[in-house]
């Protein structure tokens, strides 16, 4: 399909004789899909059983006829207070014993089967009245799992529910004890009744305990969502959908995603770059009102692999937001420039959040394409520019990239149950990975460690906690070259270390006899440039040795299409890595400037530049906050 545009809509805060006028500007700009329900709850059904449908009827209809296309939302993600006193035990608890009241949204624990059978009801009654009608065109399941760190709870539910998730991963307590190592401390069981939430302890938990606390609380997302698709499969064809997240790792996307039909995801790029990365103020300061060069394209690469190919922005930043540190509006081009390097990647749809925007309540202060007074905003021009050249482009066709990151949201829950060190963090280590093909020019996509089929010439899984002889073998068979390291191989399932010794790999002789962890000043440079930081496995073993660091220490290991990297690389060391990579795979980089980025699709290459003044690369001027599409394979273009 061609890409097209979308707009999240909220026909319950205005009055109803708006929504026609509203139809008609959506469709005017080039919007054509609109996502409209998905907080709605109260307003359909205000007292229980009491069910209030007639003015979603009309909006569908209003909106429909004006030739929208419909997202339907189900509205489990606000249940009303009326809900508490069905159900007052549904609230979630944090780690510190505090029950999350009503007042906001996503207040609910996944692990309360009330509430799931809640959500299954209103989900099959939306079904019922809206599964075949002929304007919902996709159905969004609940909104944003994970937002304001709702994944994990420590109610009476979820410890129940952990029990007897943990008898059935284990099938008897000694078994359980060996696994977890609880001889350590005293600290067996004699039955699953004993067990625990791992909050509350006088020092740290068992490791083993709390990862496998964040398997379960993983499960329990898939299984909540699977309820609402399953019985939403019954009743509709449209496509199911959810909108996931930017460095949320609580759960595992792909497991969720293998339910549904499409990914989506919610990008706030401005937001994203004060409060989700660490980088310098210099790099702040460059892109405060762009968001980082890498940050949106990382999720697009990411949800594309968990949506198998099929995915979509949900809510794109229009405007300053409300709920970052600091919240500057986009530099003029920013939107259009997000929302055509969110097609470059395979969008689908691009859809803003929000039409128009609220004069009340918790997000009063969040930018829409219009104002409270419905004035329109800065980003409405340039979403009806995207729009003439997206009628223009016409379809955008991905292809397989080259190059593969190995994804694994598990190593990120292993990591943060014993992080060793304060630097170390598995998102922060595979965005810079991610970062330096990027500035190679390389075009990317992610695997699962499920779904390692395809052929690539070079693959990198850094951190990857557990690898298996299976999961080995596919990494070299589907790779001409594949790279792990640092501290990937270190730990089994149950959190110990392997007893044939890290990184526990059988094709490739390396030992990590020692690990060290750096402060963020610290660092321990290579030999010809570059420098390990945060994170250092001491290696040994008879694998060749490609780099060392200057106290002669190996720091990338190489043995039969597998090579092993001793630390967290700075990008000195990265870009050299991807160089040595390059050279053995036969892979063409294209070093890019700063800011600016390369994407390649089958018959288009998107330069994309973030930076706000202009840039010069192959010939080509880019404006700032800009994008230049260019046809593959003509004279003169690359």
Same mark, same amino acid.
């Given at each position: ?18 929504? !026609?006028?509203? =139809? ?25 059983? @009491? ?17 929208? *296309? ?7 993600? #606000?249940?009303?207070? &009326? ?90 307590? %000694?078994? +359980?004890? *060996? ?23 006088? #020092?740290?938990?068992?490791? !083993? ?26 009743? #509709?064809?449209?496509?199911?959908? /959810? ?5 949320? +790792? ?31 103020? =210099? ?7 762009? $968001? ?6 990382? /999720? ?10 099929? &995915?979509?922005?949900? %809510? ?44 009340? =309540?918790? %997000? ?16 409405? /021009? ?33 990591? @943060? ?43 990198? =899984?850094? $951190? ?43 094709? +490739? ?20 440039? $570059? ?42 060391? &990265? ?24 994407? %390649? #699709?089958?018959? /288009? ?34």
């Amino acid at each position: 399909m061609k890409p097209e545009l979308g707009v999240c809509y909220y026909p319950e805060h205005w009055p109803e004789a708006m929504c !026609a006028e509203d =139809a008609a500007r959506m469709v005017d700009t080039g919007i054509l899909w609109v996502r409209i329900g998905e907080f709605a709850w109260n307003r359909l059904e205000p007292h229980p059983g @009491t069910l209030q449908f007639e003015w979603l009827d009309r909006a569908v209809e209003t909106l429909g006829a004006a030739g929208l *296309k419909v997202v339907l939302g189900t509205p489990t993600a #606000t249940p009303p207070r &009326w809900m508490l006193d069905k159900h007052p035990d549904m609230l979630a608890v944090d780690a510190n014993g505090n029950t999350r009241k009503f007042g906001s949204r996503r207040h609910y624990c996944f692990s309360h089967q009330g509430y799931v059978d809640e959500c299954v009801r209103i989900a099959r009654v939306l079904g019922e009245r809206y599964g075949h009608n002929p304007y919902v065109a996709a159905w969004q399941i609940d909104n944003e799992y994970g937002c304001h760190d709702t994944t994990v709870s420590y109610s009476t539910p979820a410890l129940n529910a952990f029990r007897r998730w943990l008898a059935v991963q284990y099938s008897s307590i %000694e078994l +359980l004890n *060996k696994a977890w190592g609880n001889v350590f401390w005293s600290m067996e069981y004699r039955n699953f009744d004993e067990i625990d939430l791992p909050n509350q302890t006088v #020092t740290e938990p068992n490791p !083993a305990h709390v990862l496998a606390f964040r398997r379960f609380s993983s499960d329990q997302v898939v299984a909540f969502n699977k309820a609402q698709v399953d019985v939403l499969r019954t009743l #509709t064809d449209a496509p199911l959908l /959810h909108n996931y997240m930017g460095r949320i +790792l609580d759960f595992d996307h792909f497991e969720v995603g293998a339910d549904l039909d499409i990914a989506t995801w919610d990008s706030y790029p401005i937001g994203f770059l004060s409060d989700r990365l660490e980088d310098d103020e =210099a790099h702040k300061t460059a892109f405060l009102q762009q $968001g980082d060069p890498d940050m949106q394209a990382f /999720h697009h690469d990411l949800y594309r692999a968990v949506g198998r190919g099929r &995915w979509w922005v949900m %809510e794109q930043q229009p405007g300053p937001v409300n709920w970052a540190p600091y919240n500057p509006a986009p530099l003029p081009g920013m939107v259009r420039l997000w929302s055509l390097e969110a097609v470059a990647h395979g969008a689908e749809v691009v859809s803003y959040f929000r039409w128009r925007q609220a004069p009340f =309540a918790q %997000e009063q202060m969040h930018a829409g394409l219009l104002t409270p007074d419905n004035r329109p905003a800065p980003a409405l /021009h340039e979403a009806r520019q995207t729009a003439g050249e997206l009628s223009t482009l016409g379809e955008v066709y991905q292809v397989q990239s080259k190059v593969a990151i190995l994804f694994d949201y598990p190593s990120d829950w292993a990591w @943060t149950s014993l992080p060793q060190g304060a630097g170390f963090d598995y998102f922060r280590l595979v965005f810079s990975a991610y970062r330096a093909l990027r500035r190679a020019g390389l075009s990317i996509d992610f695997v699962s460690s499920d779904d390692l089929s395809a052929h690539y010439a070079l693959i990198l =899984a850094p $951190g990857l906690a557990t690898i298996g002889p299976d999961l080995e073998r596919r990494l070299t068979d589907n790779s001409d070259l594949a790279i792990l390291g640092p501290r990937s191989g270190a730990i089994t399932r149950d959190f110990q270390i392997p007893v044939v010794g890290r990184p526990g790999l059988n094709g +490739l002789d390396c030992n990590v006899d020692l690990v060290e962890t750096l402060p963020p000043a610290n660092n321990r440079p290579v030999r010809g440039g $570059g420098a390990a930081q945060h994170w250092i496995d001491r290696l040994s073993g008879s694998a060749e040795e490609i780099l060392s660091f200057d106290d002669g220490a190996p720091a990338l290991m190489a043995e039969d299409g597998l090579w092993y990297l001793a630390g967290f690389p700075n990008e000195i060391l &990265w870009d050299r890595v991807i160089g040595l990579a390059a050279g053995k795979t036969g892979l063409s980089p294209k070093p890019m400037p700063p800011g600016l980025r390369l994407r %390649e #699709t089958a018959d /288009h290459v998107f330069l994309i530049n973030y930076n706000a003044e202009p840039v010069v690369w192959n010939g080509s001027t880019i404006g700032g906050c800009d994008v230049k599409i260019l046809k593959r394979n003509l004279p003169g273009q690359i």
